[in-house]
């Protein structure tokens, strides 16, 4: 079997993230993991918090704690959450970590080797009641464009114009408030992207057929319009610093590297950090270090992340003339809105991770967003759809069959599987179906379309209900008990298979659903097209228990309390 690489994009360590972020990265990169580990591969799922830029220095600014204790306490905050969704790291990493501050100095110094990182003077905005440069997102004050009296110097987020700090009316310092400012001198390291374009344009024309639409576009957008030399530095305490041995002059400045170049690093700092947990039978240079051959590297991330993810780091490995594993395919998200409209921290617009989890179980929330993934568009959510596929595919579909079918049987058989007739035509039917859809099911996985997965899931689910419906064991056993007995044992092996092909998507109740039976050396980790169609995996005989309600419905009193709560219309 292969070895899979799977990266989900860093969420940054500013604040809890929303539902979007959730399930532009981290979310579907946890599902392939899930079904890739099930079917026999060798899977490692790397993930870390992104903590070096200019918003967590001024996030520590704001609470007064030094910005390392601030980083540590939101790296905690951010994996709790990240736990309760079940999302199934093999490692969660940190960008301050020292692995990642080792390797991203070691790859500046291969790229200045070989010649693609120079030292450039600019022009910079000065804060003398600082005394320090200010980075473009330290500088704030009214975009003259729309007005608003908080853009920062590098964008403005009411208008979302890109800008310069001298674009600004009234700038001010956003560490002293003061106005204090003038334009000085400085020098910073550029990555000569212009220089490496061709090779860049080169690696994307052989990988980016395998990508997404979505994906493979951004990227020949951004090659299109010609690569440009990158600032790779900036002048802040908190970061990566650039190494004395190399530039001793920006060091003693105190020069750090830009976020978005030693963020990307992260995904092999963080295996690093990860073996160096048990050194003695974990090797991460065999995932990173001319693993080619037998390594499928696998990135998920929103389309915001895809330039600096098609084209920035990939220049950075190809630049080190080093056997950098590099990205085989990227899966790239549109946006996930809020009724139409962003979600928003600072109104309190929208659903975020934290509060998600307060009001109802994680496999609720993963499987809505997974079967409404924004694959090909930007998609919305607004509570009606959740509340209607919450109750029509979770708790009708699934939770009904589950709980009618253990009741039923242990009100008129006991609490064992029940023997009854051999398997007749209907079986043999049903048989043929599920195995289809589960061909179905497995070739939309492999794709990693999620949307199209769910849809073969819940067809599953769908094809137990009909065959019910069809028998229609609380008629049938009152003429033919033999013949109830087998229509409820074949619906327990449903459920069982339910189980064991639902896990990627809901975890949880997929472990309650399995452990309803006492099936010794229960082991299987996915289901055959031959045991697909007998539906025997669970014999006459095997004790059951009735879980509780898997999925509880959600009322009309409950969908307006979360619209009362969340908010429930664009802004």
Known sequence: MARHLITSALPYINGIKHLGNMVGSMLPADVYSRYLRQRG????YICATDEHGTPAELAAKEQGIPVDEFCAQAHDQQKAIYDGFNLAFDYFGRSSSPQNHEITQEIARELKTNGFIEERSIRQVYSNADGRFLPDRYIIGTCPHCGYDKARGDQCENCTRVLDPTDLIDARSAISGSSDLEVRETKHLFLLQSVLAGEVEAWVDERADNWPVLASSIARKWLTEGL??????RDLDWGVPVPADT?????????VFYVWFDAPIEYIGSTKEWADQDPENRDWRSWWWKSDADVHYTQFMGKDNVPFHSVMFPATLLGTRAPWKKVDVIKAFNWLNYYGGKFSTSQRRGVFTHDALEILPADYWRYFMMANAPESDDSSFTWEHFTATVNKDLADTLGNFVNRVLSFSKKRFGEEVPAGAEPGEAE???????????AEYEAQMEAIQFRKAAAALRALWSAGNSYLEEKAPWLEIKT??????????????LIHLYAVVSEPFIPTSAKTMREAFSLENDTATWVTRDEAKSLSSVPAGTPFT???VLFAKLTDEDLESY???FGGESE
């Open 228 to 233: 440009h030399d990158r600032a790779i530095t």
């Open 247 to 255: 530039w001793p002059d920006l060091a003693a400045e105190g020069k």
């Open 563 to 565: 619209k009362t709560r």
């Open 480 to 493: 033919n008990p033999e013949g109830a007995a087998l229509t409820l044992r074949t619906a327990m092996n």
């Open 546 to 548: 009735i879980p509780p």
């Open 41 to 44: 591969h060798e899977v490692l």
């Open 428 to 438: 043999a039917k049903l048989g043929e179906e599920v195995a289809r859809l589960l």
